[in-house]
């Protein structure tokens, strides 16, 4: 049972990693420190679109200092931003992914759209998956979409050591030619034959795994300007508001982890 929950605690963070970034930043920055509650959280993904080929990342906004200069064509991921003068800036987290933490000037990033978009577009049309794995488990290998139908790269997923209990899924989603899409979570995963599964997600179509030559029928669209939060045309998931409140996530978290910490107490308690 704590192996199930524990997988499914899994799942929760995953899915809030996005939208709990804006916290990895707190103290990663001074001029942050000291102005967040002036800040907006935004918390998608970007391209490098600088006019001189690169962008320089600021140690604050409107600063002469440079931290760090990023080519053109580089996906960032920013999580929060300060108007300055006018001016958005955004900053970037300090976590395990970046060894940087600066601010860039919203006017040279495009808007990178990812899986988080399309979560954003269709997710009146998700539905609970309430089928099985047995396709999946079945295959020697699978493909993992960005998202569905999407017209980039895709994980092909060697299947060695998984198990059903590695397996994690809450939403499925139906194309228009009836095939049926799973957002799937592999967290890792041990087998009786002594391996280990890689841990992946993404979206995997449940009747065609092994498929990956399915047309791309959902194209990214071409990286765009970025509409502020005070903007009229603001849409999406970096809009302004379209994130669940912080304190509820931590809220949500924090029961999850009081619960498996009951669940491990108990369990020693029962071997006593």
């Known amino acids: 049972m704590i192996r199930r ?13 996005p939208l709990a970034a804006y916290a990895d930043v707190v103290f990663g920055n001074d001029f942050l420190d000291k102005h967040r509650d002036k800040t907006e959280p935004v918390g998608r993904s970007f391209i490098v679109d600088g006019p001189d080929g690169y962008v320089s990342v600021k140690v604050k906004p409107g600063s002469e200092k440079e931290e760090i200069r990023i080519d ?14 006018g001016a958005y800036w955004g900053i970037t987290p300090s976590n395990h992914a970046y060894y940087y933490c600066g601010w860039f000037p919203m006017d040279e990033l495009l808007v990178y759209y990812d899986s988080a978009d399309f979560a954003f577009e269709h997710s009146g049309e998700f539905y609970e998956y309430t089928g099985d794995f047995d396709k999946v488990l079945a295959a020697e290998g699978f493909y ?51 391996g280990y599964s890689d841990a992946a997600e993404g979206w995997v179509c449940i009747n065609d795994p092994q498929n990956g030559n399915i047309p791309a029928f959902n194209p990214a669209p071409e ?13 999406g998931p970096g809009s302004s508001g379209s994130e669940p409140p912080l304190p509820l996530l931590i809220i949500i978290i924090a029961a999850a982890l009081a619960v498996v910490l009951i669940l491990v107490l108990r369990r020693k308690k029962a071997k006593a």
């Open 223 to 235: 990286p765009s300007p970025w509409s502020p939060p005070d903007g009229s045309g603001t849409t």
């Open 144 to 194: 993992i979409w960005q998202w569905p139908g999407a017209d980039r790269e895709k994980i092909n997923y060697i299947n060695e050591y998984l198990e059903p209990g590695a397996l994690k899924t809450e939403y499925a989603w139906m194309d228009g030619e009836g095939n049926e899409w799973i957002y799937l979570l592999i967290w890792g995963g041990y087998s009786t034959h002594g």
């Open 5 to 17: 929950f524990v997988i499914a605690l899994a799942a929760v963070f995953l899915f809030a990693l």
């Open 72 to 85: 053109n064509g580089a996906i960032v991921h920013i999580v929060a931003v300060y108007k300055h003068k």
